[in-house]
């Protein structure tokens, strides 16, 4: 089907007044100085995360407001703001009396349970790291990071502890203690080595005073998602906290009274940015499901919890597509206002996807772990131009470089020319490190600015848009090609639910396109559809960009993240090795 290119926003789409009216204008009075003057400091001097996030609201009005109202299996557990205070004290007091001090690490590994983020919130309070692991990685994994990162404290589950830890403890040197929360409000049974989360909560004091951090200060360390091969272990200063306020205004438009719920899990760096820090920063009610995804109950989580501000990754959406529109009908949104995507590109159909189902189109934004904030986005007052990423928000200056990598870059001042996306470095939540790899990190960077990996193109009025990441682009026939083009031209074909592109070496046209597709619940595979599907594509993009080669494939490869693993499917196909897939979805 053949749509408009822009989706024009009007007054009455816009049910509150955003927080970026004016782009131009707004961008050119920002500065990051005054943007962290609006928060509060920690009194004495300092900055502090969960002092920004929970602290200052439990002392003044929104004391008693919801900050989390977890969703479980079987009932929903509420905290609010002056709650969560006191629960994150009683651990920053556990943390103190084991002897746990500023600048050590802390890891938690569980599913989404209040434990994880009262214990991820009171760390930042004692001043300890925290690195949360996502709770479907296997022991391999898990030893890895736990060694990087020299975790001296394990917040878990006796089920985690006992499948994956037990077994591979002798091998984590730094670990000295390993804390086991209780399942379905029972403590967890005594486990030789380990000591009772919450035995140790429970004799714990509620108050406690926030150990002293500056902006400085290393606060978090995440993982990327290993999508282009081994992940690296991205570091973070408390000071990342100011990034979170000004994007939870800018690119979520956050407003008091909104209820938000991000999906993303506290493992990938959106769940802690956008799923702890971000909504409480700005004092909102964060609703935070403790199950796996299923379509069903997504939507009726969107509509009886009352949801406004929605974000999520384009692997959820493209889900909810193949389960079909009329699960969707069965529900309503009249209090949903906007829905924002990060993690992968969000193809044109998504976009539109998701203002004829849920009457909302949805707003795709850019960032990395590196980055520790969204960079690039489009916001409620934007028009849309569907696939593209929207446009640096306040604070972030974003380019385009030639970049010969061998540390000599050029900005490229022409629009829509093709090259590496480069920031100027300097914003507050940008990555000090990566763990242990400094000539990686170093790498990153080429005078102020920061390479970011990905290739990508602006035009003429300043939006950017996604090509593909530098080591997937395809270069056939003297063409620089990019799958996301490809797969959002496929993803335009009734039939397909989710598509991969890779380019395989040819003797004659240097490489060609190579397309993999799945198809939706209710289409099966045939040679005629897969001839239709070239077809198709070939002529929506023209015989030299369209794929040669399409095969229908039961499912793509994925990270345990949802995104697309190009080079695995690139492996496969050329029969060469497949790298680290410790972070392949459904490996052990
Ligand atoms: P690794 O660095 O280990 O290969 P990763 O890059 O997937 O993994 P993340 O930091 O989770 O790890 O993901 C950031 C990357 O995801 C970006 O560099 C980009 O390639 C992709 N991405 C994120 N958001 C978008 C978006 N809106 N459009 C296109 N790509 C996106
Ligand atoms: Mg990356």
């Not at 509420?78 to 205070?85: A, I, Q």
Request: include cysteine; charged fraction near 25%.
């Amino acid at each position: 089907m053949s749509r408009p290119n822009l989706i024009s926003k009007l007054p009455e789409d816009l049910r509150v007044t955003p927080n970026l009216a004016d782009y131009a204008e707004q961008r050119f009075a920002f500065s990051w100085k005054a943007a962290q003057a609006e928060l509060a400091g920690l009194p004495g001097g300092g900055l502090n995360m969960a002092y920004e996030a929970v602290e200052r609201h439990a002392k003044n009005g929104f004391r008693d407001r919801v900050a989390f109202r977890f969703l479980g299996t079987e009932r929903a557990r509420e905290f609010t703001y002056l709650e969560l205070s006191k629960q994150t004290n009683r651990f920053a007091n556990v943390l103190k009396k084991l002897g746990v001090g500023k600048g050590d690490k802390l890891f938690v590994l569980t599913g989404r349970i209040p434990a994880l983020y009262i214990s991820v919130l009171g760390a930042f309070k004692n001043g300890t790291v925290v690195s949360p692991l996502f709770s479907a990685f296997g022991p391999e994994p898990l030893m890895t990071r736990l060694n990087l990162g020299e975790a001296k404290v394990l917040v878990t589950t006796e089920q985690q502890y006992r499948r994956k830890l037990e077994k591979i403890r002798a091998q984590l040197p730094h670990l000295e203690h390993v804390l086991l929360v209780g399942e379905a409000d029972k403590p967890a049974p005594e486990v030789p080595g380990t000591k009772s989360y919450d035995a140790l909560m429970a004799e714990a004091s509620e108050a406690f005073e926030i150990v002293p951090t500056q902006p400085e200060d290393m606060a978090l360390l995440h993982f990327t998602s290993g999508t282009t091969g081994t992940p690296k272990g991205a570091v973070h200063v408390h000071g990342a906290v100011v990034t979170h306020w000004v994007t939870g205004k800018y690119a979520l438009d956050l407003h008091p009274n909104d209820i938000f719920w991000c999906t993303a899990d506290p493992g990938w760096v959106t769940g802690t940015s956008y799923g702890i820090l971000s909504p409480l920063l700005h004092g909102v009610t964060s609703i935070i499901d403790e199950a796996d995804f299923d379509a069903e109950r997504w939507y009726r989580i969107l509509q009886d919890q009352q949801v406004t501000v929605w974000y999520t990754a384009p692997t959820a959406i493209r889900m909810l597509m193949k389960a079909g529109a009329a699960i969707a009908k069965k529900y309503t949104f009249p209090k949903l206002r906007f829905i924002a995507s990060v993690g992968e590109p969000l193809n044109p159909e998504a976009v539109w996807w998701g203002k004829e189902v849920l009457g909302l189109p949805i707003h795709d934004n850019w960032w990395q772990t590196e980055t520790g904030g969204i960079m690039i986005a489009n916001t409620p007052a934007f028009d849309i131009k569907p696939g593209s990423m929207g446009r640096p928000l306040p604070g972030i200056e974003a380019c385009i470089v030639e970049n010969d990598g061998r540390g000599r870059v050029k900005i490229i001042d022409e629009v829509d020319k093709e090259g590496e996306l480069a920031l100027k470095a300097g914003w507050p939540s940008m990555m000090r490190a990566y763990l242990n790899n400094e000539e990686k990190y170093k790498r990153c960077f080429v005078g102020d600015l920061y390479l970011t990996g990905d290739l990508a193109k602006r035009d003429k009025d300043g939006y950017f848009w996604f090509v593909g990441r530098s080591d997937d682009v395809i270069k056939s026939a003297g063409h620089l090609i990019g799958p996301f083009e490809v797969e959002s031209a496929l993803m335009e074909h009734p039939a397909v639910a989710e598509a991969g592109v890779i380019g395989k070496p040819d003797s004659t046209v240097g490489e060609i396109v190579k397309a993999f597709v799945s198809l939706k619940s209710d289409y099966k595979p045939s040679e005629e559809l897969r001839l239709e599907l070239l077809g198709h594509v070939r002529k929506k993009m023209g015989a030299a960009i369209a794929p040669k080669e399409l095969e229908i494939v039961p499912s793509l490869p994925r990270t345990r993240s949802g995104k697309i693993m190009r080079r695995l499917l690139k492996a496969r196909e050329l029969g060469l090795p497949e790298g680290d897939l410790s972070m392949l979805e459904n490996s052990a």
